[in-house]
Protein backbone atom coordinates (compact mmCIF):
# COMPACT_ATOMS: atom_id res chain seq x y z
CA UNK A 1 0.00 0.00 0.00
CA UNK A 2 1.30 3.42 -0.89
CA UNK A 3 0.06 6.96 0.40
CA UNK A 4 -0.13 9.46 -1.63
CA UNK A 5 2.84 11.83 -0.65
CA UNK A 6 0.17 15.27 -2.05
CA UNK A 7 -2.06 14.04 1.14
CA UNK A 8 0.53 13.95 3.44
CA UNK A 9 2.04 17.23 2.45
CA UNK A 10 -1.36 18.77 2.57
CA UNK A 11 -2.38 17.06 5.99
CA UNK A 12 0.95 18.18 7.88
CA UNK A 13 0.58 21.96 6.15
CA UNK A 14 -3.12 21.78 7.62
CA UNK A 15 -1.84 20.92 11.10
CA UNK A 16 1.29 23.51 10.95
CA UNK A 17 -1.45 26.27 10.21
CA UNK A 18 -4.41 24.96 12.14
CA UNK A 19 -2.12 24.85 15.66
CA UNK A 20 -0.30 28.24 14.64
CA UNK A 21 -3.90 29.92 14.31
CA UNK A 22 -4.95 28.57 17.56
CA UNK A 23 -1.89 29.86 19.51
CA UNK A 24 -2.82 33.43 18.36
CA UNK A 25 -5.25 35.56 20.80
CA UNK A 26 -7.86 36.76 18.37
CA UNK A 27 -11.07 34.24 18.95
CA UNK A 28 -11.83 34.53 15.33
CA UNK A 29 -8.13 33.17 13.94
CA UNK A 30 -8.72 30.04 16.92
CA UNK A 31 -11.85 28.87 14.98
CA UNK A 32 -10.46 28.86 11.88
CA UNK A 33 -7.02 27.26 13.20
CA UNK A 34 -9.86 24.77 15.08
CA UNK A 35 -11.61 24.08 11.62
CA UNK A 36 -7.73 23.66 9.86
CA UNK A 37 -7.33 20.87 12.52
CA UNK A 38 -10.74 19.23 12.04
CA UNK A 39 -10.07 18.74 8.45
CA UNK A 40 -6.48 17.50 8.81
CA UNK A 41 -7.71 15.22 11.12
CA UNK A 42 -10.25 13.87 8.69
CA UNK A 43 -7.05 13.36 5.70
CA UNK A 44 -5.11 11.45 8.74
CA UNK A 45 -8.18 9.52 9.25
CA UNK A 46 -8.65 8.86 5.49
CA UNK A 47 -4.88 8.39 4.76
CA UNK A 48 -4.81 5.66 7.88
CA UNK A 49 -7.81 3.67 6.21
CA UNK A 50 -5.94 1.93 3.62
CA UNK A 51 -6.60 0.51 0.61
CA UNK A 52 -10.33 1.52 -1.06
CA UNK A 53 -12.35 -1.41 -1.44
CA UNK A 54 -15.97 -1.74 -2.74
CA UNK A 55 -19.17 -1.34 -1.18
CA UNK A 56 -19.72 -4.32 1.91
CA UNK A 57 -22.93 -6.04 0.01
CA UNK A 58 -22.93 -9.17 0.62
CA UNK A 59 -24.55 -10.69 -2.69
CA UNK A 60 -22.58 -13.86 -3.19
CA UNK A 61 -20.36 -12.67 -6.63
CA UNK A 62 -17.17 -10.87 -4.82
CA UNK A 63 -14.90 -12.50 -2.23
CA UNK A 64 -14.73 -10.28 1.12
CA UNK A 65 -11.36 -9.40 0.06
CA UNK A 66 -12.38 -6.83 -1.95
CA UNK A 67 -14.36 -5.05 0.18
CA UNK A 68 -13.74 -1.73 2.15
CA UNK A 69 -13.46 -1.31 5.65
CA UNK A 70 -16.44 0.91 6.87
CA UNK A 71 -14.82 1.92 10.13
CA UNK A 72 -13.30 4.91 8.84
CA UNK A 73 -15.95 6.52 6.79
CA UNK A 74 -17.71 6.31 9.84
CA UNK A 75 -14.83 7.42 12.04
CA UNK A 76 -14.87 10.76 9.25
CA UNK A 77 -18.36 11.56 9.59
CA UNK A 78 -18.56 11.20 13.19
CA UNK A 79 -15.45 14.33 13.30
CA UNK A 80 -17.44 16.22 10.85
CA UNK A 81 -20.39 16.18 13.48
CA UNK A 82 -17.87 16.96 16.36
CA UNK A 83 -16.19 19.65 14.70
CA UNK A 84 -19.46 21.63 13.48
CA UNK A 85 -20.77 21.13 17.05
CA UNK A 86 -17.24 22.78 18.32
CA UNK A 87 -17.65 25.49 15.78
CA UNK A 88 -20.78 27.12 16.22
CA UNK A 89 -19.69 27.02 20.02
CA UNK A 90 -16.72 28.75 19.20
CA UNK A 91 -19.11 30.87 16.80
CA UNK A 92 -21.81 31.64 19.85
CA UNK A 93 -18.66 32.67 22.09
CA UNK A 94 -17.54 34.71 19.50
CA UNK A 95 -20.68 36.88 19.18
CA UNK A 96 -21.00 37.26 22.79
CA UNK A 97 -17.54 38.62 23.10
CA UNK A 98 -18.00 41.12 20.47
CA UNK A 99 -21.02 42.32 21.76
CA UNK A 100 -19.87 42.79 25.33
CA UNK A 101 -16.92 43.98 24.42
CA UNK A 102 -16.67 45.15 20.63
CA UNK A 103 -13.17 42.84 20.21
CA UNK A 104 -12.41 38.92 20.02
CA UNK A 105 -9.42 39.06 21.45
CA UNK A 106 -8.55 37.21 24.36
CA UNK A 107 -6.93 39.36 27.63
CA UNK A 108 -4.88 38.10 30.23
CA UNK A 109 -5.87 37.78 33.35
CA UNK A 110 -3.88 40.04 35.97
CA UNK A 111 -4.54 37.11 38.68
CA UNK A 112 -3.47 34.38 36.27
CA UNK A 113 -0.16 36.19 35.36
CA UNK A 114 -0.15 36.78 39.34
CA UNK A 115 0.20 33.81 40.25
CA UNK A 116 2.61 33.06 37.55
CA UNK A 117 5.32 35.15 38.92
CA UNK A 118 4.82 35.13 42.83
CA UNK A 119 2.86 31.82 43.42
CA UNK A 120 0.05 30.73 44.74
CA UNK A 121 -1.35 33.37 47.38
CA UNK A 122 -1.88 32.10 50.71
CA UNK A 123 -5.75 32.40 52.78
CA UNK A 124 -5.06 35.39 54.16
CA UNK A 125 -3.87 37.35 51.55
CA UNK A 126 -6.72 35.88 49.32
CA UNK A 127 -9.40 37.28 51.92
CA UNK A 128 -7.75 40.51 51.40
CA UNK A 129 -7.99 40.67 47.68
CA UNK A 130 -11.98 39.47 47.55
CA UNK A 131 -12.66 42.27 50.01
CA UNK A 132 -10.54 44.86 47.82
CA UNK A 133 -11.38 43.57 44.45
CA UNK A 134 -14.87 44.40 42.52
CA UNK A 135 -16.36 42.77 39.99
CA UNK A 136 -15.09 42.18 36.38
CA UNK A 137 -17.73 44.32 35.67
CA UNK A 138 -16.56 47.46 37.42
CA UNK A 139 -19.12 50.54 37.44
CA UNK A 140 -21.59 48.80 34.95
CA UNK A 141 -22.21 46.23 37.76
CA UNK A 142 -22.46 48.95 40.54
CA UNK A 143 -24.89 51.27 38.25
CA UNK A 144 -26.77 48.33 37.37
CA UNK A 145 -27.34 47.32 41.09
CA UNK A 146 -28.01 50.75 42.11
CA UNK A 147 -30.53 50.99 39.80
CA UNK A 148 -32.28 47.81 40.87
CA UNK A 149 -32.45 48.92 44.41
CA UNK A 150 -34.03 51.99 43.52
CA UNK A 151 -36.71 50.41 41.80
CA UNK A 152 -37.07 47.95 44.70
CA UNK A 153 -37.20 50.81 46.98
CA UNK A 154 -39.92 52.39 44.18
CA UNK A 155 -42.74 49.77 44.23
CA UNK A 156 -42.46 48.82 48.04
CA UNK A 157 -43.23 52.67 48.77
CA UNK A 158 -45.88 53.28 46.12
CA UNK A 159 -49.11 53.95 47.60
CA UNK A 160 -51.87 51.30 47.08
CA UNK A 161 -49.29 48.69 47.44
CA UNK A 162 -49.61 45.56 50.01
CA UNK A 163 -47.43 45.46 52.40
Same mark, same amino acid.
Not at 24 to 41: D, H, I, K, Q, Y
Not at 50 to 55: C, D, E, L, Q
Given at each position: ?? $????? @???? =??????? $???????? !??? $???????V?? /????? *??? !? +????G? &??I @? %?? #???????????????I???I @????? $?????????????R? +????? @?VD???D?? *????? =??? #??EA?S %??? &? /???????R &?? /????? +? %????? +???T??????
Amino acid at each position: MS $VSLTL @VIIM =VALYACG $VYLLLERS !MTR $VLLGFLLVGN /ATNLL *ILI !M +AGRSGS &API @V %DG #EKPESTFGDPLPQALILTAI @VITFG $VSAFLLALIYRSWRL +AQEDT @VVDDTEDRD *IGTRG =VPS #EEEAQS %DEE &A /ADTEFGER &AE /ASVDR +A %DSRET +ATDTEPGTAG
